[in-house]
């Protein structure tokens, strides 16, 4: 990571910017427990990436977003059946309806499932 970052710091001109999207260490999907600690288990905590790259010479803001989001239950297990987020396809077909029957259990009561998805917004400033 830090290799590259120092070849977006030579390329950008003073005053380029190179922002980053990701989302958090984190998350609070409806999803079931093994994806969400595989997630966390990948998942690069993002105050890393800003300390790599302030290092490599950036001036770096970063700020948090929320979104709320609402989906049908239905449409979610689709969703996460479809393997909607690459994680998921880390898993077999066996371990991905293993974890829905798990989210099925959890959200029994739930027809429509509310959840926040955060994104981390991390603009890295060439100075001039």
């Given at each position: 990571?830090?290799?590259?970052?120092?070849?977006?710091w030579q390329r950008?001109?003073?005053?380029?910017?190179?922002?980053?999207?990701?989302?958090?260490?984190?998350?609070?999907?409806?999803?079931?427990?093994?994806?969400?600690?595989?997630?966390?288990?990948?998942?690069?905590?993002?105050?890393?990436?800003?300390?790599?790259?302030?290092?490599?010479?950036?001036?770096?803001?970063?700020?948090?977003?929320?979104?709320?989001?609402?989906?049908?239950?239905?449409?979610?297990?689709?969703?996460?059946?479809?393997?909607?987020?690459?994680?998921?396809?880390?898993?077999?077909?066996?371990?991905?309806?293993?974890?829905?029957?798990?989210?099925e259990e959890k959200?029994?009561?739930?027809?429509?499932?509310?959840?926040?998805?955060?994104?981390?917004?991390?603009?890295?400033?060439?100075?001039?």
């Amino acid at each position: 990571k830090f290799l590259l970052f120092q070849n977006l710091w030579q390329r950008l001109t003073p005053g380029g910017i190179f922002l980053l999207l990701l989302l958090p260490p984190t998350i609070e999907y409806p999803l079931f427990a093994k994806a969400l600690e595989l997630y966390e288990k990948k998942q690069p905590h993002y105050q890393e990436l800003i300390d790599l790259l302030q290092k490599v010479g950036f001036a770096v803001e970063s700020d948090i977003i929320e979104y709320p989001l609402e989906f049908p239950k239905s449409q979610y297990f689709a969703m996460v059946e479809n393997r909607y987020m690459f994680l998921l396809s880390e898993f077999n077909d066996t371990e991905l309806a293993a974890g829905l029957k798990e989210m099925e259990e959890k959200y029994q009561d739930k027809s429509v499932l509310k959840f926040s998805d955060r994104m981390v917004f991390i603009a890295a400033t060439k100075p001039e």
